[in-house]
């Protein structure tokens, strides 16, 4: 993103990679938006640092985000349809739940720029910085990687992806006999016990909240 204002900035890269309940990847998507120069040039001090760095790989020098910017020609809306076209291959009926870091943020972009697409997603999120913050102030001890953003957002995602897997090991397992223990909706609020049959979709972590 240009930004973290809604309104006012944009989205530079998306990248998805679906996943089952089991952390698996299967197929990914990756996408460089275009962006006028005029908006680009008008980006705070921050993005501009960030989104000009580039990573060594295999010795040799990647691209930046700003590079892969300026050379894209892929519009807003091109980027929707194809995200859609995606999506449907995997679950081409109900809802799909967005998952990655602060992943509230992201949403909140795809509602405003991409309608038609977070209408294909479900109303529940994972958050995994969530679950990272509870682990923090409950003090449950966690080993996890370090994280290390590079601000990119296919190797962010796939960061987040890890992470998730150690707390998944380190403090959900599988219970083959497991039942809910609710046997009647709760009696207040929007979350009413259930997933309206949509409660084990696939996850599909989001790009980091700064691309």
Not at 67 to 86: C, G, H, N, P, Y
Request: hydrophobic share 35%; glycine share 4%; with cysteine.
């Amino acid at each position: 993103m240009t930004g973290l204002d809604v309104h006012q900035d944009k989205l530079l890269e998306i990248f998805i990679q679906v996943t089952n309940n089991e952390l698996e990847c299967y197929g990914h998507l990756h996408i460089v938006l275009a962006c006028p120069e005029d908006i680009l040039n008008g980006m705070g001090d921050w993005c501009k640092e960030h989104h000009s760095r580039r990573e060594q790989k295999n010795g040799l020098l990647s691209s930046s985000l700003l590079d892969d910017v300026t050379s894209s020609t892929v519009t807003l809306a091109e980027a929707e349809i194809k995200m859609l076209q995606f999506i449907n291959n995997y679950e081409p009926h109900d809802s799909v739940m967005m998952a990655g870091a602060s992943v509230f943020n992201d949403r909140a972009f795809l509602v405003h720029h991409m309608p038609a697409l977070a209408k294909r997603l479900h109303y529940r999120v994972l958050d995994v910085s969530s679950i990272k913050e509870a682990t923090s102030r409950f003090q449950v001890r966690v080993k996890t990687p370090k994280f290390r953003s590079t601000h990119r957002a296919r190797s962010d995602v796939m960061a987040v992806i890890e992470l998730m897997r150690c707390y998944k090991t380190a403090l959900f397992w599988n219970d083959p006999n497991y039942e809910p223990t609710w046997t009647q909706p709760m009696s207040h609020g929007h979350d009413n016990g259930h997933d309206n049959g949509h409660g084990n979709k696939t996850p599909i972590p989001s790009s980091d909240n700064h691309q």
